[in-house]
């Protein structure tokens, strides 16, 4: 009975499960593998007890979920990387150009207006946009009145109150609004220089380098000016 449970070696060394410095050098199974385990298994299984079709149904299923799951995880790593290429090629459009990103700190130059945005998520009245210097002085109050929903644009010539000119340097904004009778702070947008972008690693997208607000993703830019 014992001949009958057990393989013989000439068969384990066929399958080359006798020889474990070649066994190491092949740790996957392949179809062809699977198929003549459950032939050996098939001459050696106990006539008293032999499997059923249920046992080899069950094995061809798990091996046929397994090399389902290999094929799906290749398809989405394919398309990941194809992703990944056409999020670099878009985003290389966009050297050079200005962004709008969130953000409070942007950088005014003379002659150059300072573009940046109000995000509101539902309608607000009385908007107010604060610029500050880089000591955190209010230099610059500007009302846009009641606005919409949306993006709602702003300009900054540099003219302060008392109509001086501003110095070249870092600026920083604030803005808040009525939204239901009681004043909130607002979300702002800045513009900024996309001066270059880079591939991310370990799965990370693309993300861009600018000018003054250091580096943000491809998700985080609201307009492209």
Known sequence: MDSVNKPNMQ????????????????????QDDFIKLMTTQMNHQDPMKPMD?????????????????????????SLANSLKSSQALQASSMVGRKVLIPGSLS????????????????????????????????????????????????N????LDGDK???SGNYSISAVGNVDGQSESLKTLISDTVQSISLGQGGQGVSL??????SAGLADIKEIL
């Open 107 to 154: 950088t005014f130059s003379e002659g150059t207006p300072m573009k940046g945005a109000v995000e509101l998520e539902t309608n607000a009245t009385d908007v107010k946009v604060s610029i500050m210097n880089d000591r955190g002085v209010l230099v610059k109050e500007m009302n846009l009145g009641t606005k919409a929903a949306g993006v709602t644009h702003f």
């Open 165 to 167: 000119k501003a110095t």
């Open 156 to 159: 900054w010539d540099g003219i």
């Open 11 to 30: 068969t384990l060394e066929n399958l080359g499960l006798a020889k474990p410095k070649q066994a190491m050098q092949k740790q996957k199974l392949g």
């Open 53 to 77: 079709n249920g046992d080899f149904i069950t094995d061809m299923a798990q091996f046929s979920t397994v090399s389902g799951l290999k094929e799906i995880k290749e398809s989405f790593n």
């Open 209 to 214: 380098t600018l000018a003054n607000a250091g």
